[in-house]
């Protein structure tokens, strides 16, 4: 599929994140789903305190619409001591995500707290992956690449982050950014109400069956 110029991509980025229609959806699906899920909040802060007495949430900054850093917030799925040696990438059975944490990482029940980033407008229901600032990737050969630099991290950035999205759906936990990104990149240029129902209705089932680290790229 051809895509358009990233000028008329980026065009459509920032109609898209202006849209009242789209800000619309967020509110209020952010508003109900933190009032549906208030039950599951108490039973999931209980069973981390119990679990090992470490903090319920964990805050992480992100970058956001046009670069914009923000603290996204989730419940803690690893060990406290998980970034002792440094940030880096949670990895298919992962040894510091916790028994909890791996329920809620595969079904997604760890980022239910963005709801909060969503309703104060630092993410977006349905959008590209927040990523953290600075990220780089590795490239083979020992070289390595900021994200920044990967063709099409403007185009992504040129809309709220979303909680998911076609690349948290579709791309494959290996997939190298710069494909990832070409589906965020698809987004932007189809993007409409529909479709964000769409991938909202996916979402659902993915979590019901439990697969987002099967089928979903890592999260960290």
Same mark, same amino acid.
């Given at each position: ?30 508003? @109900? ?7 599951? #909040?108490?039973?999931?802060? +209980? /069973? ?8 319920? &949430?964990? %805050?992480? =900054?992100?970058?956001?619409? !046009?670069? %914009?850093?923000? %603290?996204?917030?989730? &419940? ?5 001591? @998980? ?9 298919? !059975? =992962? ?5 909890? /944490? ?5 079904? @997604?029940? =760890?980022?239910?707290?963005? +709801?909060? !980033? ?22 083979? @050969? *020992? ?13 992504? $950035?040129?809309? %709220?982050? *979303? +909680?998911? *999205? ?8 290996? +997939? ?7 589906? =965020? ?21 993915? $979590?019901?069956?439990?697969? #987002?680290?099967?089928?979903?790229? $890592?999260?960290?």
């Amino acid at each position: 599929m051809a895509l358009p110029a990233s000028g008329v991509v980026l065009q459509r980025g920032a109609a898209i994140a202006a849209s009242p229609v789209k800000r619309a959806f967020d509110v209020v699906f952010a508003a @109900a789903g933190l009032i549906a899920s208030s039950p599951l #909040w108490l039973l999931l802060a +209980l /069973g981390i305190t119990l679990q090992d007495g470490g903090p319920v &949430f964990f %805050r992480q =900054d992100r970058s956001g619409l !046009n670069g %914009r850093v923000f %603290r996204a917030l989730k &419940f803690r799925s690893m060990r406290v001591d @998980a970034e002792q040696r440094g940030a880096h990438q949670a990895v298919a !059975n =992962d040894p510091r995500v916790t028994r909890l /944490g791996r329920w809620m990482r595969a079904t @997604a029940m =760890d980022e239910l707290p963005q +709801l909060w !980033n969503i309703l104060v407008g630092d993410m977006s229901v349905v959008g590209p992956r927040a990523l953290r600032p600075g990220e780089i990737e590795a490239r083979g @050969a *020992g070289a390595f690449e900021r994200l920044e630099d990967v063709p099409g991290f403007a185009v992504r $950035s040129s809309v %709220r982050p *979303g +909680l998911t *999205g076609i690349a948290q759906i579709y791309a494959g936990r290996n +997939l190298p950014r710069r494909q990832k990104f070409r589906y =965020d990149r698809l987004y932007v240029c189809r993007q409409s109400l529909a479709l964000d129902v769409r991938l909202v209705i996916l979402s659902f089932w993915i $979590s019901l069956s439990g697969a #987002w680290e099967i089928r979903g790229e $890592s999260r960290t």
